[in-house]
């Protein structure tokens, strides 16, 4: 079960910090991901994080303005945003794949668990 929480209203050029917590199968093998979806847009990964070694991917959207990271010990995986724009609003998915590989562009279709998705939104 993924479960994430933290998204709201914020300005744009503010920073956001949404997390998810992770229950039940075990993480040893698997990626988190943050998966978005804009209205009326396809979805998004825009980062990803194995959970053993922490190997990372984020796509060129978010590239130096996001940062994913997790902690094992309470199971939850956290997308730090900042400098947020309002091209950035949209529903934030958590999920989870296994087998996926992170040097690779990874595909939203790899992930098989996925949370309810929590409302980021960035006012002009």
């Known amino acids: 079960q993924l479960v994430e929480s933290g998204g709201r209203l914020v300005q744009a050029g503010g920073s956001l910090r949404i997390s998810c917590a992770a229950s039940?199968?075990?993480?040893?093998?698997?990626?988190l991901g943050w998966i978005r979806q804009a209205q009326g847009k396809d979805r998004e990964i825009i980062a990803s994080?194995?959970?053993?070694?922490?190997?990372?991917y984020y796509a060129d959207s978010v590239k130096g303005r996001f940062t994913i990271s997790k902690d094992t010990a309470t199971n939850t995986v956290s997308l730090q945003m900042n400098g947020l724009k309002p091209e950035d609003t949209a529903i934030y998915y958590c999920?989870?794949?296994?087998?996926?590989?992170?040097?690779?562009?990874?595909?939203?279709?790899?992930?098989?668990?996925w949370g309810q998705g929590t409302q980021v939104t960035v006012s002009s």
């Open positions: 999920a989870a794949g296994y087998g996926i590989i992170i040097s690779s562009m990874p595909s939203v279709s790899q992930y098989n668990y």
């Open positions: 039940g199968r075990s993480l040893r093998n698997a990626a």
């Open positions: 994080i194995r959970w053993s070694g922490g190997a990372t």
